[in-house]
């Protein structure tokens, strides 16, 4: 069975630095999706940034990019210029692409701290 | 933006009563999903609907869970029996199509109960 885990509980940034949030999985897959999501206080999970497994190129969505290292199973997330608006609770989750399984199995989260 | 709503907010229970949580996927969706995370541990999968039925279920979802899609845009999850062990935040969430991959998620209910 997959497992996804996040060794940080809590993490802490100052404003404009860059934080790195760490996620490792375990699978015997070679084709998958990782995600994360980011849970603001009292709000839905969002989307932050989608990575496929099959893709060797890191994705990146504007201030948010991942490093993807397949052959180590890890899969972080790097915030550059850290906003306030950035605080949160961050999901890593892991998606199988074998037919018929369609559920996400999610990590423990980090909960970011953004200092002013 | 189109989102996926969730009501109650708050659910509380006494222990043996039925529940129902409701869930208004985002419209032109197909694929709907129950979550639930206990507090301080893992948001865990418990249930996909596509086509009004099951397509997958976790060990979780055991006799005492039920999910329905009374009509075009309501998606629902029963609780016939709840138990202390089932208070947890439940999350809907749903998705475009599969190829997609992307689910999109509901604010959550919390259910607590006593």
């Known amino acids: 069975a997959q497992t996804v885990t996040q060794s940080q509980p809590e993490m802490s940034v100052q404003e404009a630095e860059t934080v790195t949030l760490s996620c490792t999985y375990d699978t015997s897959e070679s084709d998958y999706y990782l995600f994360w999501y980011k849970q603001p206080p009292s709000r839905q999970m969002i989307l932050v940034i989608r990575q496929e497994a099959y893709k060797q190129q890191n994705a990146t969505e504007n201030r948010f990019s991942v490093n993807f290292q397949k052959a180590a199973k890890s899969f972080s997330l790097k915030i550059s210029d850290s906003q306030l608006g950035d605080a949160a609770m961050y999901f890593c989750?892991?998606?199988?692409?074998?037919?018929?399984?369609?559920?996400?199995?999610f990590g423990t989260g980090t909960r970011l701290k953004v200092l002013a | 933006e189109p989102e996926v709503t969730q009501t109650p907010s708050h659910q509380v229970t006494q222990m043996g009563q039925e529940v129902i949580l409701r869930c208004v996927p985002i419209s032109n969706h197909l694929y709907f999903y129950w979550y639930r995370q206990i507090l301080g541990q893992k948001v865990e999968f418990l249930v996909s609907?596509?086509?009004?039925?099951?397509?997958?279920k976790s060990e979780i979802f055991d006799d005492q869970f039920s999910v329905e899609r009374p009509d075009g845009s309501n998606f629902t999850l029963k609780i016939r029996s709840t138990k202390l062990e089932d208070s947890a935040m439940y999350f809907c969430a749903s998705s475009e199509r599969l190829v997609s991959r992307t689910q999109f998620f509901g604010p959550g209910t919390r259910l607590t109960v006593l």
């Open positions: 609907f596509y086509n009004n039925e099951i397509s997958e």
């Open positions: 989750a892991y998606r199988s692409s074998t037919s018929g399984t369609y559920k996400y199995i």
